[in-house]
């Protein structure tokens, strides 16, 4: 019998690719990352045997119990760190994730920089914009995006492969989808983190990468 989370990934991705083809959008595949935190690897286990590779965590601690042995035993799983990231986890991050989506600031781009050159790997990094300008969100705001970007590339030679963002909870996604497009292709970044359970159909619209989708395979979190 299939297990519930794989029937779920398989129906959303049947709607992505039907939504891409009445888009007609050629060459364009993108990944779905299985937001899993606070699941049980019981429950992460039958989508890896299944063949899913991405999945997101967002608290380090967590994660380290739950994926170290996971990822010995299946090497082409990737990670994606999704949560809020504190400087002092940084070093845990390196050694277990393949992707930070939550770069926010200039002193976690120095301590990823220095943990960086300690260890000898780099990791693929998303700097999170604050599009909808929320006091109550973490993100670089629209205005200093370009200079801060400059900076992680040229003062702590980070891989950033692209931006993320989690929109204001007003049913405009699209507005925000749309701006986070245009700033992608200003910067020309080639992956974008954006579209969740609620909106990642229209976030197809706008040519995201990396899908973040949990309540959806998972169901509602406890």
Same mark, same amino acid.
């Given at each position: 019998?299939?297990?519930?989370?794989?029937?779920?990934?398989?129906?959303?991705?049947? /709607?992505?690719?039907?939504?891409?083809? %009445?888009?007609?959008?050629?060459?364009?595949?993108?990944?779905?990352?299985?937001?899993?935190? $606070?699941?049980?690897?019981?429950?992460? +286990?039958?989508?890896?045997?299944?063949?899913? *590779?991405?999945? !997101?965590?967002?608290?380090?601690?967590? &994660?380290?119990?739950?994926?170290?042995?996971?990822?010995?035993? @299946?090497?082409?799983?990737?990670?994606?760190? *999704? !949560?809020? +990231?504190?400087?002092?986890?940084? %070093?845990?991050?390196?050694?277990?994730?393949?992707?930070?989506? &939550?770069?926010?600031?200039?002193?976690?781009?120095?301590?990823?920089?220095?943990?960086?050159?300690?260890?000898?790997?780099?990791?693929? #990094? @998303?700097?999170?914009?604050? #599009?909808?300008?929320? $006091?109550?969100?973490? !993100?670089?705001?629209?205005?200093?995006? @370009?200079?801060?970007? /400059?900076?992680?590339?040229?003062?702590?030679? +980070? =891989?950033?492969?692209?931006?993320?963002?989690?929109?204001?909870?007003?049913? %405009?996604?699209?507005?925000?989808?749309?701006?986070?497009?245009?700033?992608?292709? =200003?910067?020309?970044?080639?992956?974008?983190?954006?579209?969740?359970?609620?909106?990642?159909?229209?976030?197809?619209?706008?040519? $995201?990468?990396?899908?973040?989708?949990? &309540?959806?395979?998972?169901? /509602?979190?406890?």
């Amino acid at each position: 019998m299939f297990h519930k989370t794989i029937n779920n990934l398989d129906l959303i991705n049947k /709607e992505i690719q039907s939504k891409i083809s %009445k888009l007609n959008y050629l060459n364009y595949n993108p990944k779905i990352i299985a937001i899993c935190k $606070t699941f049980p690897i019981s429950d992460v +286990l039958p989508l890896i045997n299944h063949g899913h *590779v991405h999945f !997101g965590e967002n608290k380090v601690q967590e &994660s380290i119990a739950k994926w170290t042995d996971i990822k010995n035993d @299946f090497k082409n799983i990737k990670l994606h760190m *999704v !949560g809020k +990231l504190q400087s002092n986890k940084v %070093k845990h991050v390196l050694s277990l994730f393949d992707y930070i989506h &939550s770069l926010d600031n200039i002193k976690l781009a120095e301590k990823i920089s220095n943990e960086q050159q300690k260890v000898g790997k780099k990791i693929k #990094i @998303f700097i999170q914009v604050n #599009i909808g300008n929320e $006091t109550q969100k973490s !993100g670089i705001l629209e205005e200093n995006l @370009f200079s801060f970007y /400059e900076k992680c590339i040229n003062d702590f030679n +980070l =891989q950033i492969e692209g931006l993320m963002c989690i929109p204001p909870n007003d049913n %405009k996604s699209e507005i925000y989808f749309s701006k986070m497009r245009k700033l992608s292709d =200003q910067i020309n970044l080639p992956e974008l983190s954006m579209g969740m359970s609620g909106d990642y159909l229209k976030a197809c619209e706008y040519k $995201t990468t990396f899908f973040r989708i949990g &309540s959806k395979i998972f169901g /509602e979190r406890n």
